[in-house]
């Protein structure tokens, strides 16, 4: 079965760091864009960052210049590194598999909260 599993969501004080982290298992991962979603109590999901198999990325302008993702094809595994964090960041994160053939699977959600 397809699954992504992210990791590393918790409690952060403004202007701190947080790595997530997504690993799949049960799609072909080198042909999937990954990336990363997320969602604020009352608003609709939105994209964050993705990451094409030839590690081509796009970054949402709310997070330009402080989120990297990344990806690791050997491991399967998909990262968010996120730097100078905002309460605004404080949100429901996603992992989303997306291939050229439109199959698309999502993770269950980590929760990211930053907060003083």
């Known amino acids: 079965q397809v699954r992504l599993v992210e990791s590393g969501g918790g409690l952060v004080q403004p202007g701190g760091s947080l790595r997530l982290s997504c690993a799949a298992s049960g799609i072909m991962f080198s042909i999937y864009t990954m990336g990363w979603y997320r969602r604020v109590p009352g608003e609709q999901r939105e994209l964050v960052a993705t990451i094409t198999p030839s590690s081509t990325t796009v970054f949402a302008d709310a997070v330009k210049g402080r989120f990297t993702i990344s990806r690791d094809n050997a491991k399967n595994t998909v990262d968010l590194q996120m730097n100078s964090l905002k309460p605004e960041d404080t949100a429901v994160y996603y992992c989303?598999?997306?291939?050229?053939?439109?199959?698309?699977?999502w993770g269950q959600g980590t929760q990211v909260t930053v907060s003083s």
């Open positions: 989303n598999a997306v291939s050229v053939a439109r199959s698309q699977y």
